[in-house]
């Protein structure tokens, strides 16, 4: 069975631009910082800190624990490479495994041809070890193993996430394209709100920032909704670790908001959708949902944000109803808001021009493939 206090490099993935969020999160978890990329952070840690880490990035993708680095010039190295690992410590020989990669090397024309390598070189070393071979396949719900192949070095990794962390488990309805959680995580983590200060997201669609929101205000850890990860697939997880992990960090969420988090839209189908996702994390009754357009949006006095993701439309067009609605978002800023921190997080550079305020900053943040800016506004 693996060790799971044997400490070796942990990589952990996340979208393009987020890396300074997540290393906040991890400074906040007291994990070194050894190694910082565009969409992701090597630390140092055990198997058993791939526990909580799952459980507590908010921003994170994968959470990647690193077996074996190596030289590496074509597939047959790969696969010699690949069946030294003894795998029969990590996998069972009566379970499921997936294999993903991210390869840049010039003798593989196709992914799925170095996938195939690995898959083989490990079921084949499990077979001779074991006497029979696990089952393989696509499906991300049972042991993972993530291949990175970039020149001619290789590293492979156990996938301790499996599905991506971004899926908390609460997105039971989304009424429109939904942001998603890690991004959601990032701007409020970029932005100036304190959890003692009120939250207020016009346009808020399924709800994903007001959610998040809250989950950060609770102090509850976005990974307690999921029930499963790939690190318990891998041979010598320990159960009641595990719970006692959950229960440890359990223990420290609040009971109570200290202000409030408001969350309106003017499409009753999308307030509807918040409201069952707010419901499935356990919230529901912790927002205050409301169906109104949104410079109806109740500000409440004392401090707090105000965030808000509009339309992009066209980024290479005009569109005279955009032109209106972001400068009516100046407007409901400047009129209702005063003594805030205003944001709006667009990927249309062009519109935020129409907003008629100087910000104070713009946050570089992508949205899947599309580059955004999340702009600061200080409202005097």
Not at 93 to 116: E, M, R
């Amino acid at each position: 069975m693996a060790d799971f206090s044997q400490s070796s490099t942990i990589s952990i993935t996340c979208p393009k631009g987020i890396t300074p969020y997540l290393e906040q999160e991890l400074i906040a978890l007291d994990f070194p910082i050894v190694k910082k990329r565009l969409a992701g952070i090597e630390t140092k840690g055990t198997l058993n800190d791939c526990m909580l880490l799952n459980l507590s990035l908010s921003t994170a993708h994968r959470v990647h624990y690193q077996l074996k680095h190596f030289p590496c010039n074509n597939a047959d190295e790969l696969h010699e490479e690949v069946i030294s690992i003894p795998w029969e410590n990590y996998i069972d020989k009566h379970g499921y495994v997936s294999i993903t990669s991210f390869i840049k090397n010039k003798s593989i024309t196709n992914t799925q041809f170095a996938n195939l390598k690995v898959k083989d070189a490990i079921v084949d070393r499990i077979r001779r070890t074991r006497g029979t071979r696990p089952d393989s396949g696509p499906n991300l719900n049972k042991s993972v193993v993530f291949l990175f192949w970039k020149g001619n070095q290789a590293t492979i990794y156990l996938d301790t996430s499996g599905e991506s962390i971004s899926r908390r488990g609460y997105k039971v309805d989304n009424h429109t394209a939904s942001m998603q959680e890690t991004l959601a995580s990032a701007i409020i983590l970029a932005g100036k709100w304190e959890p003692d200060q009120h939250f207020i997201n016009p346009m808020c669609g399924s709800g994903t920032l007001a959610i998040e929101a809250a989950l950060k205000a609770l102090n509850r850890a976005p990974g307690q909704l999921r029930p499963n990860y790939g690190i318990k697939h891998i041979l010598g997880f320990d159960e009641e670790v595990w719970t006692k992990l959950r229960s440890e960090i359990k223990s420290k969420n609040e009971k109570e908001l200290k202000a409030r988090i408001i969350a309106t839209d003017n499409d009753p189908k999308a307030i509807q959708a918040a409201r069952k996702n707010a419901k499935t994390a356990g919230v529901e009754h912790l927002i205050d949902f409301e169906v109104c357009d949104f410079s109806e949006t109740e500000v409440p006095d004392g401090k707090g944000v105000i965030v808000v993701n509009p339309p992009y439309g066209d980024r290479l067009g005009r569109d005279e109803q955009l032109d209106e609605l972001y400068r009516s978002i100046g407007d409901f800023f400047k009129q209702k808001c005063s003594g805030k921190w205003g944001y709006i997080f667009s990927g249309n550079f062009e519109m935020l021009k129409k907003v008629g305020l100087r910000s104070n900053q713009r946050i570089e943040l992508y949205n899947s493939t599309i580059e955004a800016r999340l702009a600061e506004y200080e409202l005097y």
